[in-house]
Each structure stands twice: as C-alpha cells, then as structure tokens.
C-alpha cells in the first residue's frame, strides 16, 4: 500500500485531491493530520513535555506582540509550492491574514515565524 502523492504537473488538481484526502482523513483525537511534500501524514499526540514547552515559548512572545497579531497553536498553513499543509506548534502573524491564502486557507508567507519542536524521539545530539 502506498500513500497518495501530489503529481506536479501543473493543473492544479491534483493538490485539490490531496487536501480532500487530508480533510477527510479521521484520525485519532489529538494527532496532528498534515500534508507533507504531497504526503498525507498523521503524527501521534504530542506529550505533556511538548506542549509545556510551546506554551513556554508563546508566553515569551506575548510580551512582544503587535496590536492586530495573534499566536496560533493548531492553525495549519499551506505551503502549496511545496504540496505542504503543515501544523506547526507555534505560528506568529497577523490576524487579518488569517484564511488569506488558497482556498481560503492561511498561507506560510504570511507568517512572520513559526516553531516546530521536534518530538524527543527525532532530536539528535552531539558531544
């Protein structure tokens, strides 16, 4: 069994296709459904550990932040140059491009950072 691919061969359909997979997909509660490089992926929940340290980081950026901005935690952003729709921990923009992107959707450049903190499994170290 293989994943379903986003074909770049430019009609635009095939992305069409793959975000109706994406939307569709019925995950477990709590996991992070994206589409990585034309990919459908479902991560498991992440830990206690990990959403400590997005609220850790947001509290830091909101003594920062703009009139008008606004910290998201579960807004996914497309990428589409990349057949990407990710779900970063963190994404910091302003709040009138919100749902500015494709179809609606909110696009990565219209964000000015966002954070991805890898699950402990992934990290590697050096030393």
């Given amino acids: 069994m293989s994943a379903p691919t986003v074909d770049d061969s430019g009609t635009g359909h095939e992305w069409d296709d793959i975000v109706r997979i994406w939307e569709g997909t019925d995950a477990p509660e709590g996991c ?59 994404v910091v923009m302003p709040r009138a491009r919100l749902r500015q992107g494709p179809d609606g959707r909110t696009a990565a450049e219209d964000a000015d950072s966002s954070l991805r903190s890898p699950p402990r499994a992934t990290r590697t170290t050096t030393g």
């Fill in 32 to 90: 992070k459904v994206e589409i990585i490089e034309g990919i459908v992926t479902v991560s498991p929940t992440p830990s206690e550990e990990h959403n400590d340290t997005a609220w850790l980081v947001q509290q830091q950026l909101l003594t920062v932040l703009p009139d008008g901005w606004a910290i998201y935690q579960t807004l996914g952003v497309v990428l589409q140059q990349s057949a990407g729709l990710y779900v970063p921990d963190l």
